[in-house]
């Protein structure tokens, strides 16, 4: 069984940190590229940054220079560290990984609040 779980989420305020994680097991997901997603009330589900599987990194333009994505592949495991917390970033996160054009796997998701 392929599965994603999220967690380090909560509430926050602005200009706080946060950490998430993504514990990814079932699979070896080593060669894949994983990311962070945030899809907020009444929104669209949008990127907000990926790894690649030798370590490269690309953010969303609001959350670059505040998130930093990294991986651990012997745990299996993603990182999203969010700092300077902004009330725009509340949202549930969602992890994922692209494994073949056809297969998408998606975590349940993390909610992240940020207060003002």
């Known amino acids: 069984q392929v599965q994603l779980v999220e967690s380090g989420g909560g509430l926050v305020q602005a200009g706080g940190s946060l950490r998430l994680s993504c514990a990814a097991s079932g699979s070896d997901f080593s060669m894949n590229a994983m990311g962070w997603y945030r899809q907020a009330p009444g929104k669209q589900r949008e990127l907000v940054a990926f790894?690649?599987?030798?370590?490269?990194?690309n953010y969303a333009d609001s959350v670059k220079g505040r998130f930093t994505i990294s991986r651990d592949n012997a745990k299996s495991t993603v990182y999203l560290q969010m700092n300077s917390l902004k009330p725009g970033d509340t949202a549930v996160y969602y992890c994922?990984?692209?494994?073949?054009?056809?297969?998408?796997?998606w975590g349940q998701g993390t909610q992240v609040t940020v207060s003002s």
């Open positions: 994922n990984v692209k494994v073949t054009p056809w297969i998408t796997y």
């Open positions: 790894i690649t599987s030798g370590g490269s990194t």
